[in-house]
């Protein structure tokens, strides 16, 4: 057997607090939403003033990088570049979603919707960049 790590709660809350934060600070409404190794929602919120349709794409966004163990982004390009049998598998082909890799294993993902793509991933990374941030100090 493997061993595995999972998020917690406490990391969720820390990883949308920073993603919350990264957003914020540009000044961006955006909805965020976090999952497990298995895609499943373990947290979901739309600022104020983000669009309504971002609350369900942002889910989407975490669900597909958990499947596919790449950011969403990578979807994306594939259509973009002229592969559009990518719209025919069970990912949503938008930049903004972050796998959360640790020890090379995909233990869930950051899902961003609400402004351009690369502000949503911008702000995806950010949430992810602090658990693995915190995990580092937790290790010093």
Not at 12 to 21: G, P, R
Not at 35 to 41: E, L, N, Q, T
Not at 51 to 70: D, I, N, Y
């Amino acid at each position: 057997m493997k061993p595995t790590q999972a998020l917690t709660l406490d990391d969720v809350k820390h990883i949308a607090a920073a993603a919350e934060s990264e957003a914020r600070a540009c000044g961006w409404a955006v909805s965020i939403a976090v999952c497990d190794a298995g895609g499943h929602p373990l947290w979901l919120q739309r600022m104020d003033d983000a669009p309504l349709m971002s609350a369900a794409v942002a889910p989407e966004k975490a669900r597909t990088c958990v499947l596919s163990g790449k950011p969403s982004k990578a979807f994306e390009d594939m259509v973009n570049n002229g592969r559009i049998a990518a719209l025919a598998m069970p990912v949503v082909p938008l930049e903004g979603g972050e796998p959360i890799l640790i020890d090379g294993r995909v233990i869930g993902a950051v899902g961003v919707s609400g402004v351009k793509a690369g502000e949503d991933a911008q702000v995806a990374r950010a949430g992810v960049a602090a658990l693995v941030r915190g995990m580092e100090r937790q290790v010093a």
